[in-house]
């Protein structure tokens, strides 16, 4: 079982950078790809970004590529997603999420979820 929780969120002006944490419990951690989704009021939770278990491959959607980055340090059990050039089309609660699939870009195949974290991006 693995219990994860989200940091980091807020309120920033576009063009602004933030940077969610998210702090994993279970000692096979490094076994997981891990994921951040996020969601906007009547809309579908939506893919963001995902990293393999060794960090040697991830995965960007289109909308953030270039400007979001994903990293995780498994010594420590922490995903980061570094966010920058923010726009408030990125406002949305987000989630991370893990799986034991190699690819993590669908979110049918995650089963372990924290519970989100706000971020609002100004115009």
């Known amino acids: 079982q693995v219990q994860l929780v989200e940091s980091g969120g807020g309120l920033v002006q576009a063009g602004g950078s933030l940077r969610l944490s998210c702090a994993a419990s279970g000692r096979t951690f490094s076994s997981y790809t891990m994921g951040w989704f996020r969601q906007t009021p009547g809309k579908e939770r939506e893919f963001v970004t995902a990293i393999s278990w060794s960090g040697g491959n991830t995965y960007y959607a289109d909308s953030v590529k270039g400007r979001f980055t994903i990293s995780r340090d498994n010594a420590n059990n922490l995903v980061y997603l570094q966010m920058n050039s923010l726009k408030p089309e990125d406002t949305a609660v987000y989630y991370c999420?893990?799986?034991?699939?190699?690819?993590?870009?669908?979110?049918?195949?995650?089963?372990?979820w924290g519970q989100g974290t706000q971020v609002t991006v100004s115009s």
């Open positions: 999420a893990a799986t034991l699939s190699t690819s993590g870009t669908l979110i049918g195949e995650y089963y372990y």
